[in-house]
C-alpha cells in the first residue's frame, strides 16, 4: 500500500528545509511500483501536479509541494492516484497540507 509522509504535512515541519521556505519543502510517498505516476489533485479534480517514478530499487519520491508551474500550493485536502506502468493498476489516496 502506498503511504504519504508526513500526512498531514505541516509547514515549517521537521521535513522542511528551513534555508529555503518554498523550495525546501518535501512530501514523501512511499512504497511505489518502479514505473508509476504519481497525480496530484485539487477535490475540485483539477490536476495540481505529475511525478514520474522510475527506480525499481527504491520505492519512494519527493514532491517539493509546488504546482506544476513552481508555484505554492494552497492548504487544504488534495487527491492523489498512482498509476503502476506495468499493470495498469491505480490506488487513490488523500492528502492534507496545512500551512
Do not use: M
Request: proline share 6%.
Amino acid at each position: 500500500r502506498i503511504n504519504v509522509v508526513p500526512n498531514p504535512y505541516r509547514g515549517g515541519s521537521l521535513y522542511d528545509n528551513p534555508a529555503e521556505p518554498e523550495l525546501g519543502r518535501k512530501i514523501w510517498f512511499t512504497n511505489l511500483p518502479g514505473r508509476c505516476t504519481v497525480k496530484i489533485f485539487t477535490v475540485a479534480g483539477d490536476l495540481v501536479r505529475t511525478l514520474h517514478h522510475d527506480d525499481p530499487a527504491d520505492g519512494k519520491h519527493a514532491w517539493d509541494v509546488l504546482s506544476e508551474h513552481n508555484r505554492a500550493i494552497a492548504s487544504g485536502l488534495y487527491i492523489y492516484a498512482v498509476e503502476n506502468l506495468d499493470t495498469g493498476e491505480i490506488q487513490r489516496g488523500k492528502l492534507v497540507i496545512i500551512k
